[in-house]
């Protein structure tokens, strides 16, 4: 039966990043979520499974934390999850996120497409599509807004700087969506119910037989200093627009 | 021949990139995949451009031939223009070339061999810095590098083999509703606070009487759908930087953020005292838009 992947990442939740006043960052509270714009390669790739009358199936690269996503990403319409667990994607950078993934893509048989958006929310790095495409020698489309499938041909719409391109090719393909693909749906109590009974394939570092070493060696981290003025204008309201409407003639941008 | 290649679909960026490459002391080549690109490139002061030619007219398709085409010539370092197709043919090279790459850096350096570069991350909330050596691929947008004039470059065409099992059906323009927003000079930005899709009335009129363009957040636009897609602001969308920019009940998450940070003045109006939005603002109303915006509107009429 035909496979969908859709590759998904989970992320630290940006809203939860702590920023101290020597500007150093602090990650140990922040949550974990599945990426913003995976929800929506998730559901795109629940609707092609349909389309090509097969199976969609979660594929992650992680840490053991990942395992917090499996039910999340099953009750958004998988049928199946596969997860590689290790540490190592703790470290990871675009070459070996790509080599994990395309490690357990090529365990699976009758793959016909796999989906990534096009990028995560932590990174927005954009490689993993592209290089999917090297690693399993398939024809890649990034930037892609709309999908038609007929038979084994997939036509896209991919959104570039100032074009709307189509293009069409022969699957299997790896593509990369944009997060205007489709909406991704809050999933419902009794999804959620059915998530808990779907399989989960698990695999360990030495099941995927790669080298975990990146070869970007990541030398630093800190936050991004905002420099603004944050003022919040007081008084009532009347006050308040009166308050801005000079500070606004004052800073010359009226 | 060893050096510094460089490729951007867009003839500005490949001037910047040749640039930066020059001032690092390589040779600098460009690449490019028709005589017409290399004629617009050839005076930018690269030591060579290279026409890959493979009668594909999608330059994506290129991915492999260019991976073995900068081995073959015993590259140092790959740099392309971050824009949607640089992006693209970027991390094809780096996986058929099986080595390193950073995308859309914020800066860069290289030194005998070694790339030391800095990016966003977190929607551009965090800065992290990245040390690669050996031959990588790094993406790099618009505007980092002074473009440079020099003396007109040998061009020289090399054949090569494209990958034409994606195949082109159709190219449209985008058509743009209204000014482009990244060069607009004052926008105002519409979030999910705004109720119903009747009340973008009152971004309308507070635009008419400021001169603003209308820009918005990504829930708009994609959830909403009640403003085009190219007039959303944010990591995936567009990115501005105009003098002045208005949010009214935008709450300000970082994807949103990072597309307003070049704003000379960020003004927030939202009903949240504690939305981000304010602490990435110059100046703030925690108050209703329903109310405040109209009576701003009244006052700047007055005013202007």
């Known amino acids: 039966m035909s496979k969908t992947i859709v590759c998904y990442k989970w992320v630290k939740d940006e809203a939860d990043i702590k920023v101290n006043p020597d500007l150093s960052v602090d990650l140990s509270k922040a949550k974990g979520k599945i990426s913003d714009y995976d929800k929506n390669a998730i559901e795109a790739a629940v609707q092609a499974a349909r389309l090509l009358a097969g199976k969609s199936i979660g594929l992650t690269f992680g840490t053991p934390k990942t395992k917090q996503s499996l039910k999340d990403a099953l009750s958004r319409g998988l049928e199946e999850v596969c997860w590689i667990n290790t540490e190592a994607a703790a470290e990871a950078d675009g070459i070996v996120t790509s080599k994990a993934l395309a490690a357990a893509i090529k365990k699976m048989d009758d793959v016909s497409l796999v989906i990534c958006a096009e990028g995560a929310s932590d990174t927005y790095a954009r490689q993993t599509a592209p290089r999917l495409g090297a690693l399993l020698q398939w024809p890649v489309i990034t930037s892609v807004s709309k999908i038609q499938i007929n038979g084994d041909i997939l036509s896209a719409s991919r959104k570039l700087d100032d074009c709307i391109e189509t293009v069409k090719v022969k699957l299997p393909a790896v593509i990369a969506v944009l997060p205007e693909i489709c909406n991704a749906p809050i999933p419902g109590l009794k999804a959620v119910m059915a998530a808990g009974k779907k399989p989960i394939a698990e695999y360990q570092a030495g099941d995927i037989g790669i080298d975990f070493t990146s070869k970007s060696q990541v030398s630093g981290l800190k936050a991004y200093a905002m420099n603004r003025k944050n003022i919040i204008l007081e008084g009532d309201t009347s006050e308040k627009i009166a308050s801005l409407v000079a500070a606004l003639k004052k800073e010359g941008v009226l | ?304």
């Open chain 2, 1 to 304: 021949m060893a050096g510094i290649y460089v490729y951007s679909d867009q003839s500005r960026i490949t001037a910047e990139l040749i640039s930066f490459a020059r001032q690092t002391g390589a040779a600098a080549f460009a690449l490019c995949f028709s005589i017409e690109q290399a004629k617009a490139i050839k005076d930018f002061g690269a030591d060579k451009v290279y026409v890959l030619q493979g009668g594909s007219p999608l330059v994506e398709n290129y991915g492999r031939a260019v991976a073995d085409f900068l081995k073959s010539q015993g590259a140092d370092l790959f740099l392309v223009g971050a824009t949607a197709r640089g992006r693209d043919i970027a991390s094809r090279v780096a996986g058929h070339s099986d080595c390193g790459m950073v995308s859309d850096v914020s800066s860069v350096s290289w030194t005998e061999g070694r790339v030391s570069c800095e990016r966003l991350m977190y929607g551009g909330a965090v800065i992290q810095e990245e040390l690669l050596s050996g031959f990588c691929v790094v993406s790099i947008p618009a505007g980092k590098f002074e473009a440079e004039t020099g003396e007109s470059s040998e061009i020289v065409v090399v054949e090569v083999e494209a990958d034409n099992r994606v195949i082109l059906v159709d190219t449209a323009p985008i058509v743009r509703e209204g000014a482009d927003l990244s060069a607009a000079d004052k926008v105002i930005c519409v979030g999910l606070g705004i109720e119903k899709e009747e009340d973008l009335q009152l971004a309308k009129d507070l635009a008419d009487v400021l001169g603003a363009e209308i820009g918005c957040t990504r829930g708009i636009s994609e959830e909403r759908h009640w403003l085009p897609v190219e007039k959303y602001i944010g990591i995936s969308g567009a990115a501005i930087k105009p003098q002045l920019y208005i949010s009214m009940g935008v709450s300000g998450q970082v994807q949103h953020v990072v597309g307003i940070r070049e704003s000379k003045i960020i003004v927030a109006v939202d009903t949240n005292e504690k939305a981000p939005i304010f602490r990435a603002a110059d100046y703030g109303i925690v108050g209703d838009l329903y109310e405040i915006i109209p009576l701003l509107t009244r006052a700047l009429k007055k005013d202007l």
